[in-house]
């Protein structure tokens, strides 16, 4: 089987951007549980 460089780069890129994505919800979360803890912690 021959490898094809475009269909490689393509699904490469559709992964990386479906990292990425899956990074800034992560951050997104981690800044919400921060601010929870902070207001909790603050009372």
Do not use: P, T, V, Y
Request: hydrophobic share 40%.
């Amino acid at each position: 089987m021959r490898f094809d460089i475009d269909n490689f780069r393509a699904g490469f890129g559709a992964q990386m951007a479906r990292i990425k994505d899956n990074l800034q919800e992560l951050s997104r979360a981690q800044e919400e549980m921060r601010r929870r803890i902070d207001s909790f912690c603050a009372r």
